[in-house]
């Protein structure tokens, strides 16, 4: 099960308001298929999906009990996080 935190609950007004529009489906799918996923914060994980040409969204989240529990996320330029 997928769960957000109240801070990841509000993420979505706070880019709203920087003109960059993200919904909850999107968010859902790169935890579900990400790109790559980024275990250098462990035990936070990190999962990348390119969005469009220009940004990747990331999904900062942990694992307990089986659950996702997302933290926060943000979009990035793709050139920023490139392999």
Known sequence: ?????????????????????????????????PDLIDNSRFPLLIAQRQINTDYALRVVYKKENGNKIIITFYPVRIKQYEQ
């Open 1 to 33: 099960m997928i769960h957000f935190t109240k801070y990841a609950e509000e993420k979505f007004k706070i880019l709203r308001e920087h003109k960059f529009e993200i919904s909850k489906i999107r968010v859902i799918e790169a935890l579900n298929n």
